[in-house]
């Protein structure tokens, strides 16, 4: 089984910075496919970014240019550096693991943490 715990997460003013770091327990994170979703009230829960085990990232297009993925495998650790914050951003966001532990995400994630607030003011 796979642990999530994400952190990070706060309040900023428009325009500033955060970097949320997802914790991984349970199974080793040897690099399979991971990623970040958030959900703010009232709406849907949407993608904003994943990474492959080869490094591959892709990102929502409202974060783009934003926003940046990354991962240290020796450290079992998922990060989501934000930047240019935008009060629309403003959400919970949770980190998430393929459901297969592939390399490459099938678009099926299994695995979730608790999740962290955003909120941009």
């Known amino acids: 089984d796979v642990q999530l715990v994400e952190s990070g997460g706060g309040s900023v003013q428009t325009g500033g910075s955060l970097r949320l770091t997802c914790s991984v327990s349970g199974y080793r994170y040897s690099g399979y496919c991971m990623g970040w979703f958030r959900q703010a009230p009232g709406e849907e829960r949407e993608g904003v970014a994943f990474i492959d085990s080869d490094g591959t990232t892709n990102y929502a297009d409202s974060v783009k240019g934003r926003f940046t993925i990354s991962k240290d495998n020796a450290k079992d650790t998922l990060y989501l550096q934000m930047n240019s914050l935008k009060p629309e951003d403003t959400a919970m966001y949770y980190c998430?693991?393929?459901?297969?532990?592939?390399?490459?995400?099938?678009?099926?994630?299994?695995?979730w943490g608790q999740g962290t607030q955003v909120t941009v003011s």
């Open positions: 998430a693991a393929d459901r297969y532990l592939s390399d490459y995400c099938s678009g099926d994630f299994g695995f």
